[in-house]
């Protein structure tokens, strides 16, 4: 991603970047108060994926680039970063499964003879799920983030490109998955 290249922000754009920055900034106020710095490193891994995943629709610089496979290796960053912020009994073998798949989805993202697509979102799923796990394992509201955060991603990988219109049933999945997982590690600090 070209950081000289003119911000031309659309609509939805701005929206999501707004989400996107209190985020993180609650994410901030929760690895402050917590001093559990992975909080904040997962939401601003979340917060590059967003960043990425909106550029490839076209929402940043008005042209759509091709950094989708780059917004899922940020978002399997964050995926482990909660899971380090999120210690549980599980913990230790989600993380080390869910490195596994971080440097698989890697290995895939710059071997241009395998076609990327389909190829990257297998491991990066098992990353979502094992996170899922992991926050289930933490508490209620954290399992709640970690569900709602399976539902976001299965309809983007269903549906985003198919219909813009799936973007509101995104969002609408995605940032309470994140309010959940921060508050959860807020309260369970």
Request: charged share 10%; glycine share 6%.
């Amino acid at each position: 991603f070209c950081v000289n290249k003119k911000l031309r922000l659309n609509q939805e754009g701005k929206i999501k970047l707004l989400f996107s920055l209190a985020l993180l900034i609650f994410s901030l106020g929760v690895a402050m108060v917590t001093k559990n710095k992975y909080v904040f490193l997962a939401m601003l891994c979340s917060s590059a994926g967003d960043i990425l995943i909106m550029s490839s629709r076209g929402c940043i610089t008005g042209k759509k680039e091709n950094q989708f496979e780059n917004g899922v290796i940020a978002f399997a960053m964050a995926h482990v970063a909660y899971m380090v912020a999120m210690p549980t009994e599980l913990s230790d073998t989600c993380l080390y499964i869910a490195i596994w798949c971080f440097v698989l989805i890697i290995f895939l993202n710059f071997n241009a003879k395998i076609k990327q697509g389909i190829w990257i979102c297998i491991p990066y799923a098992v990353c979502l799920a094992l996170n899922a796990v992991n926050s289930w394992s933490f508490s209620t509201l954290a399992g709640i983030g970690g569900i709602l955060f399976l539902v976001s991603d299965a309809i983007l990988s269903a549906f985003e490109k198919k219909s813009p219109k799936w973007q509101l049933a995104i969002w609408v999945t995605y940032v309470p998955a994140q309010i959940c997982l921060l508050t959860a590690i807020l309260i369970n600090a």
